[in-house]
């Protein structure tokens, strides 16, 4: 079944990331990614599987693609899915995350650092190899990702998140993201991957 754009979770305004940043972040990007994910789907079954080689071959780099693509999507729908509230924290993820980092103010620190520091993304992660919370960062959407980390709080901080609205000016736009976070749906992210694992 082809992938599909999913429609932004929220219909608010937010604060400080505006509507043309928001029309073109979803509408254009995203959906590239959605669309460019189906179109190597599509190729990938027609691609000669037995002329397949490690320095280049069509499905080798089908395959390579795919992964690039199709984090796109995921990456951008965990991004859009924590926005749309207004940055009250709240909830069993607090909790676990002053368990974690000593305070919830010292996880911010290491977030917001981690956002500074990345040139693709940042991801609070539930990893499921150690049972723990994680900031995680990759410079590009297939490269850095941790095998068996969940995410429950995804930042980008690639330059077409926020440029329009800040310039060169990221760290006013980590605050802001901070500002627009949805706790409820983060909380709600974290419940279902570590009820299913069964460590809360």
């Not at 095998?147 to 329009?164: M, N, Q, R, T």
Request: hydrophobic residues 40%; proline residues 2%; neutral net charge.
């Amino acid at each position: 079944m082809p992938y599909q754009v999913k429609p932004l979770p929220f219909t608010k305004e937010l604060t400080g990331i505006s509507k043309k940043t928001l029309d073109i972040h979803h509408g254009k990007l995203y959906t590239g990614y959605v669309n460019k994910s189906n179109e190597i789907e599509e190729k990938m079954k027609k691609a000669d599987k037995a002329a397949a080689n490690a320095s280049y071959s069509e499905i080798g780099e089908l395959k390579r693609q795919q992964s690039f693509a199709l984090n796109g999507v995921y990456l951008h729908e965990a991004y859009f899915n924590v926005l749309g509230g207004d940055g009250t924290r709240k909830g069993s993820l607090v909790d676990w995350i002053k368990k974690e980092f000593g305070s919830y103010e010292e996880w911010e620190a290491d977030f917001k650092a981690a956002g500074l520091a990345a040139r693709g993304w940042v991801v609070l992660a539930f990893d499921i190899n150690d049972g723990r919370l994680h900031n995680y960062s990759c410079d590009v959407h297939n490269q850095g990702g941790i095998w068996g980390a969940v995410p429950i709080i995804v930042l980008d901080v690639y330059e077409h998140a926020y440029f329009i609205d800040y310039g060169a000016d990221r760290k006013s736009y980590i605050e802001a993201f901070m500002k627009n976070l949805n706790w409820e749906v983060a909380n709600k992210a974290f419940h279902d991957v570590s009820c299913k694992l069964g460590t809360k």
